[in-house]
């Protein structure tokens, strides 16, 4: 088996993105979603690096009990060469079905973080989110970006990012939604991803200004973003949320989300 090492432009995005929708779907363990990549013939495995030392990768469903795709991304994340992840420490999400985690076992490669995915089935209406929503458009972005930087660490995310966001090809199958409270007050924002009708929908991000948790908005926002994958056609609403973020993990929870089993990052060392 021969792969070809590439840095997509936006075309190449394009054709990522529809091969991650096409993949999406109930009962199959979802690692990467085309939301995942909205900040080349078949293809069988797309990465997205998340920073310079964690690569987040998933392939298609029928290939990941393939011996020989295994070896082949093995070798690739292995080697500094390939120009994947450099040398020294580095990472990787594996999909939790995938041969690949065996074959890196077998390379030395250990464990690291632990996530928690969770799932709602939008099969049913989502109730009232019981707080006010609106969906963002280019009047919010100041808005918007304001509370993503009130809500994660070190976060330097701005009204320029947010534009360039909706710009690019993939926000076309996406929504963000800020939440308000009773003072009109901006408390909480999310963005959904869609990947399609009949498939999975992602929440990335989701995040609460410091200075306003601890009064349901978490859940709130997270009960509309639910309402909005379902009217845009999603069976499902999918989040992953580290483990050690107990309080993230009850406010899905909260939510109407079922946690799945947990997942682990794979780890090199030097």
Do not use: K
């Amino acid at each position: 088996m021969r792969t070809t090492l590439s840095r997509p432009g936006v075309d190449g995005l394009d054709a990522a993105a529809g091969a991650l929708r096409a993949w999406q779907d109930e009962g199959v363990p979802w690692q990467l979603h085309p939301g995942d990549i909205g900040w080349v013939p078949r293809i069988l495995a797309v990465g997205l690096l998340d920073g310079p030392r964690l690569l987040r990768l998933t392939t298609a469903p029928d290939a990941r009990r393939d011996e020989e795709l295994a070896r082949v991304l093995a070798e690739d994340l292995g080697d500094p060469g390939r120009g994947v992840l450099p040398e020294g420490t580095a990472y990787a999400e594996v999909p939790a079905d995938a041969l690949l985690h065996d074959t890196l076992t077998g390379n030395g490669w250990g464990t690291d973080e632990s996530w928690t995915p969770l799932r709602r089935d939008l099969a049913e209406p989502v109730g009232d989110p019981g707080v006010r929503v609106e969906v963002a458009g280019p009047e919010h972005a100041e808005a918007r970006a304001a509370v993503q930087r009130a809500a994660f660490d070190n976060s330097s995310f701005t009204p320029d990012r947010w534009h360039a966001m909706a710009a690019g090809p993939l926000y076309t199958d996406a929504r963000c939604l800020v939440a308000r409270d009773a003072r009109g007050e901006a408390v909480a924002v999310v963005t959904v991803w869609s990947a399609g009708p009949g498939r999975p929908g992602l929440l990335e991000p989701m995040g609460v200004a410091r200075e306003h948790r601890g009064h349901g908005y978490g859940r709130a926002i997270t009960v509309a973003a639910a309402g909005a994958l379902r009217r845009m056609g999603a069976s499902s609403a999918v989040v992953s949320t580290p483990s050690s973020n107990t309080a993230a993990v009850a406010t899905y929870r909260s939510a109407g989300f079922e946690q799945q089993p947990e997942t682990r990052d794979r780890r090199r060392d030097p």
